[in-house]
């Protein structure tokens, strides 16, 4: 397993269900004595109760992506304003990615590239 985190939800646009995915950072590895699916809930337990995780944060996920989940259109702006209504939080960059180019990267490297740092370098073009 690569250390993505996803949920499908009907939050976007008139009910458009968006995948929301929390990247794991270049080089993921599970932590020690964590099945695979419960790292994000012992993470999530840990962070909720002040309690220690099983690994620091920034060792397991660097950003969260939000984007059609069934390659439906949808405008930049507003997918933003979907994130800002599910989150409360701005979104770091806003933009049209191709998500082909980026998985076929990763796969490549054998999980050693950053998804988030690939993502940012083609909004910032």
Known sequence: ??????????DGPGGMTLEWRLHPVAGYRRPPGTG????FSRAALAFGTGAEPAAPLDQL??????FSAY???????????AAVAALGLEPDRVGL???????????RSGGRTSIVGALLAQLDH
């Open 1 to 10: 397993m690569n250390g993505s985190q996803v949920w499908l939800r009907e």
């Open 36 to 39: 695979t699916y419960d790292v």
């Open 61 to 66: 996920w660097e950003g969260l992506e939000a």
């Open 71 to 81: 390659d439906e259109e949808i405008e930049p702006a507003p997918l933003a304003a």
């Open 97 to 107: 990615v191709d998500h082909t180019v980026i998985g076929d990267a990763w796969e």
